[in-house]
């Protein structure tokens, strides 16, 4: 349909091929691909199996077989984020972290069996970061115990099911990458204390192994205002490893010196939220293969010896994830503006890409996908980075002289990091005629440690200045309806979003994905991993409760005066349900339509079939009512009122 042809209608009434339903059945994560003798295995997330993470491989036709059956559920809660909840043996039989009661298993059969004790109260004792070592399995081990300490160290569990695990090092708040040296003699891992985050500082650690026990550790690198990644060993006396001394994470050689490989303006690692990320892997040569960062991810290769840095161009790909590498094959994680999520083989070779599994089942239409456009807005004397993604459609054009709407994305962490990408969720928005602004603002990972240190001690006040700026800018182009701005996003991103509203009058509305509300009760009632996270963000107590008071949403609803949409999961240990209920509570009291969204069986992230539908079929229709369109086919979401007075 040419553009004389399409349908003239207002932004927002637009009918689309794109429903929620085809954004939770269609939808499976795939990540942590790895090679398993002549196969491909990883792990996916299955909407439709009530959120589980199974582990699959190709079966005949290319079609995924599972490995691991239902209801077997291969997710850790160490951190509460996990990571590295599986792992195979040199044998081939797959370890992994089952979400249900935290214990390892190996799978042998039909049946796993379990490989760690049964703790004294259910899930007490997690582990992550599995890894086999000298037939063993190496982890990270969280140990909750009654009164609600909490203890964490690095462990071996042996695979013969005696359940004799041996605790190898401890000594930190926080531990992970655990790494035996080539002689089997050291032990190299990456720890941390509160209140650091591993994105602020962290160390690198190296001790003889005495009966398979750490003794007297060394630090080799880092320190509180410097972050170090995956230590990897060269020799039995020098490393590899990534640290952001230089203001950007690079890759350094780590010994009796330590020395920069390849000193650049760009990153070479990324924040640590989850186990198991690897940010470069070495090749048979010695060569090392990396992907670094300056907004968008570029494949490259580096040669340690001459510090070379050579770029290996994929066409359309702007994230990658590596994973393993088998002689010239690479298995990573891409994905692009055109390109969907997957799990893909790069052949270094050919520069042939091979998809193994997609993260989508099925693709709509090319026509009503939107196209991404890397936005850099300014405004409080510094640059905002952006991804514009205008509406768009093969069959609707806009009304003449009409603008459209723009809902404002703002992702978690705060330092995520967003690029350009083949997203369903923002094909739902667009392909009906409403723009998506996704912004990295100030605290953002991919363009060094100082974009993200803007916002220690601002949060609340950069995050929602450099929001403000990216979605005004486009309204100042002429782009975008500037009575007619939403924001949403989740977690951190549900704090910018209340703050946003009640701080600033730019937008019509908002909706809070189980985001942060009030701080007070928060640092009390949160998990332990980010209980200490907010000393960076704000400031410490009790030196800065007067900040966290007059940041706090929850305290500033007087100056909020449009509606809300919350959306929290009930099972959240993250940011509990307590946060979203006392700001629902403080809407009613002040008489603003709003509505709360509940889901039972939820955490931190929705990943149930049905949620996912009910949730964004409820955004879409809140969007409707305040902005003012009907999006067709959208069940109607029942707004909280107050009640007229006659």
């Known amino acids: 349909m040419t553009p004389s042809e399409q349908i003239a209608a207002p932004y927002g009434s637009w009918t689309s091929p794109i429903g929620a339903a085809d954004l939770a059945a269609g939808g499976h994560p795939v990540e942590g691909g790895r090679y398993v003798g002549d196969e491909i295995w990883w792990a996916e997330l299955r909407p439709t199996e009530g959120g589980r993470t199974s582990i699959r491989r ?9 490995i691991l059956p239902a ?16 792992t195979v043996t040199e044998s081939g039989k797959l370890v992994f972290s089952e979400f249900s009661d935290q214990r390892v298993y190996i799978l042998e059969g039909v049946t796993p069996r379990a490989l760690t004790p049964e703790p ?4 007490a004792l997690r582990y992550a970061d599995l890894q086999i070592v000298n037939g063993e399995v190496w982890a990270v081990r969280e140990a909750h115990a009654e009164g609600g300490a909490i203890t964490r160290d690095i462990c071996a569990i042996p695979l013969d099911g005696s359940g004799k695990v041996r605790s190898i090092v401890g000594g930190s708040d926080f531990l992970s990458s655990p790494r035996l040296s080539p002689s089997g003699t050291k032990i190299a891992w990456i720890a941390w204390n509160h209140p650091q985050m591993p994105w602020d500082g962290t160390e690198l650690r190296v001790a003889p192994l005495v009966d398979g026990v750490a003794q007297n550790y060394s630090v080799l690198i880092g320190g509180l205002e410097e972050s170090v990644l995956q230590p990897e060993w060269i020799t039995d006396d020098e490393l590899y490893a990534i640290s952001d001394r230089s203001g950007w994470w690079n890759i350094y050689r780590v010994g009796g010196k330590i020395t920069p490989i390849c000193p650049v303006n760009a990153d070479f690692g990324g924040p640590q939220w989850r186990f198991g990320a690897r940010w470069f892997v070495e090749l048979d040569n010695g060569h090392l293969l990396t992907a670094r960062t300056v907004g968008t991810d570029t494949l490259a290769v580096l040669d340690p010896a001459s510090g070379e840095l050579r770029d290996i161009a994929i066409p359309g790909v702007t994230s990658i994830g590596l994973m393993q590498v088998r002689g010239d094959r690479l298995l990573l994680t891409s994905g692009g503006a055109k390109l969907a999520g997957a799990l893909r083989e790069f052949d270094l070779g050919t520069g042939e890409l091979t998809e193994i599994r ?21 405004g409080h004397g510094r640059e905002v980075h952006a ?22 994305f703002v992702h978690g962490g705060p330092t995520a990091h967003v690029a350009p990408a083949l997203n369903l969720v923002y094909a739902f928005f667009t392909s009906r005629g409403i723009g998506v602004v996704d912004v990295n603002y100030g605290g953002s990972t991919g363009y060094g440690r100082e974009y993200r240190n803007r916002l220690r001690g601002q949060w609340g006040v950069v995050d929602v200045q450099d929001v403000v700026t990216a979605v005004t800018g486009l309204a100042e182009q002429g782009l975008a309806d500037p009575a007619r701005l939403a924001i949403e996003g989740g977690s951190a991103g549900g704090w910018t979003v209340l703050a946003a ?20 009760l928060f640092v009390q009632e949160t998990h332990d991993f980010e209980s200490r996270y907010v000393d960076g963000l704000i400031g410490p107590l009790p030196e800065s409760a007067d900040l966290y008071a007059e940041r706090a949403p929850l305290n500033n609803v007087d100056g909020l005066n449009c509606p809300v949409l919350l959306l929290q999961g009930l099972d959240d240990p993250i940011v509990p349900p307590s946060q979203a209920e006392r700001f629902r509570d403080a809407l009613v009291t002040k008489g603003i339509p709003h509505a709360y969204l509940a889901y039972e069986g939820e955490s931190h992230g929705f990943r149930k079939q049905s949620t996912i539908i009910s949730s964004r079929n409820a955004e879409l229709s809140f969007y409707g009512q305040v902005l003012g369109f009907i999006p067709p086919g959208i069940p109607t979401l029942e707004l909280w009122k107050p009640a007229i007075s006659s």
């Open 58 to 66: 190709s079966g005949l036709d290319n079609q995924p077989v599972d």
């Open 71 to 86: 209801p077997w559920n291969a997710r850790t809660r160490v951190h509460e984020y996990g990571g590295g909840a599986w």
């Open 120 to 123: 004294a109260s259910p899930a």
């Open 358 to 378: 997609s993260s989508v089942e099925e693709l709509p239409e090319s026509a009503y996908l939107p196209e991404a456009r890397a936005v850099v807005a300014h």
């Open 387 to 408: 991804v514009a993604y205008p509406p768009r459609s093969p069959r609707y054009k806009g009304l003449d002289g009409e603008l459209p709407p723009y809902v404002a």
């Open 501 to 520: 509203l009640t701080t600033s009058d730019v937008f019509a509305c908002g909706a809070s994905y189980f985001g942060v509300a009030e701080l007070d």
